[in-house]
């Protein structure tokens, strides 16, 4: 059974910075990404940011450049190191994984409030 466990977020003032982890516990045959989605209040999920099996990561034109996904494979964990943080950046993000074997599977999410 693959799980997905999010930490890190919080309150953060404007320009500030915080960074998400994922840790991935279960056996994964083979991995086709990872990913961070995010859902504020009263919109739709969007997409943030991706890394694939073989590293290569994507990012929403809203977080590149301020985001940076990255995965440590000795950890089983993703991280989304996040900065210069703005209001727009508030929502609840998820860990999200997709693979071949397991499907998609989602973390219950952390509430990320960039505020002053």
């Known amino acids: 059974q693959v799980q997905l466990v999010e930490s890190g977020g919080g309150l953060v003032q404007p320009g500030g910075s915080l960074r998400l982890s994922c840790v991935v516990s279960?056996?994964?045959?083979?991995?086709?990404?990872m990913a961070w989605p995010r859902q504020a209040p009263g919109k739709q999920r969007e997409f943030v940011a991706r890394?694939?099996?073989?590293?290569?990561?994507y990012y929403a034109d809203s977080v590149r450049g301020r985001f940076t996904i990255s995965r440590d494979n000795d950890k089983n964990t993703v991280y989304l190191q996040m900065n210069s943080l703005k209001f727009e950046d508030t929502a609840v993000y998820y860990c999200?994984?997709?693979?071949?074997?397991?499907?998609?599977?989602w973390g219950q999410g952390t509430q990320v409030t960039v505020s002053s």
């Open positions: 279960g056996s994964i045959r083979r991995l086709d990404y």
């Open positions: 890394i694939t099996g073989g590293g290569y990561t």
């Open positions: 999200n994984l997709f693979s071949t074997s397991t499907g998609a599977r």
